[in-house]
T-cell receptor, first 112, second 116 residues
Framework: QKEVEQNSGPLSVPEGAIASLNCTYS??????FFWYRQYSGKSPELIMS????GDKEDGRFTAQLNKASQYVSLLIRDSQPSDSATYLC????????????FGRGTSLIVHP | GAVVSQHPSRVICKSGTSVKIECRSL??????MFWYRQFPKQSLMLMAT?????????EQGVEKDKFLINHASLTLSTLTVTSAHPEDSSFYIC????????????FGAGSRLTVL
């Protein structure tokens, strides 16, 4: 069983819509969760981090964490074509490592 | 914020040669850096953890004699791909933990290696 799972997509949404990206993880005791954005040919950049259950909002981005159900999601409101990228979910799994484990990413396409 | 500089951004080499990639932390000291590899449409795979002044810790399946890591100072880690082969062609990315900690990583720009 993969430790951090994401639908590879592509997820296609029209400009101005809400894009919803989901991620599930296998380790129930994970404590730290991250969303990174990666443009084609570039390295990842941090979008959001979340550590406790509930919602965390930053501008057009909202991260949602549900530890009981072991999923974390990212909502992008008012999606723009510049949001088109691959979104990587990363989770710090238990076992003593503080290095996050990455999902394979979801490709998002925002079309005008 | 923390900046990690990585170069070269692109390198093309012949099979059997060695390639060195440098990763520098700018304006902060990174006792630990991480090297990732990413194949097309695949996730980031951790290759090794680079520790300043000591041996690197390699992930299972990563050949330490092929991927030499040196972390000789608090701001510089290098990855050398020795005797490179076409299957080593990939996107190599280094990272360091941000000063704020909390397990947040800052990534270098990545190095695209193509082995002919």
């Amino acid at each position: 069983q993969k430790e951090v799972e994401q639908n590879s997509g592509p997820l296609s949404v029209p400009e101005g819509a809400i894009a919803s990206l989901n991620c599930t993880y296998s380790d129930r005791v994970s404590q730290s969760f991250f969303w990174y954005r990666q443009y084609s040919g570039k390295s990842p950049e941090l979008i959001m981090s979340i550590y406790s259950n509930g919602d965390k909002e930053d501008g057009r981005f909202t991260a949602q964490l549900n530890k009981a159900s072991q999923y974390v999601s990212l909502l992008i409101r008012d999606s723009q074509p510049s949001d088109s990228a691959t979104y990587l979910c990363a989770v710090n799994l238990s076992g003593g490592s503080y290095i996050p484990t990455f999902g394979r990413g979801t490709s998002l396409i925002v079309h005008p | 914020g923390a900046v990690v500089s990585q170069h070269p951004s692109r390198v093309i080499c012949k099979s059997g040669t060695s390639v060195k990639i440098e990763c520098r932390s700018l304006d902060f000291q990174a006792t630990t850096m991480f090297w990732y590899r990413q194949f097309p449409k695949q996730s980031l795979m951790l290759m090794a953890t680079s520790n300043e002044g000591s041996k690197a810790t390699y992930e299972q399946g990563v050949e330490k004699d092929k991927f030499l890591i040196n972390h000789a100072s608090l701001t510089l880690s290098t990855l050398t791909v020795t005797s490179a082969h076409p299957e080593d062609s990939s996107f190599y990315i280094c990272s360091a933990e941000q000063l704020s900690g909390a397990n947040v990583l800052t990534f270098g720009a990545g190095s695209r290696l193509t082995v002919l």
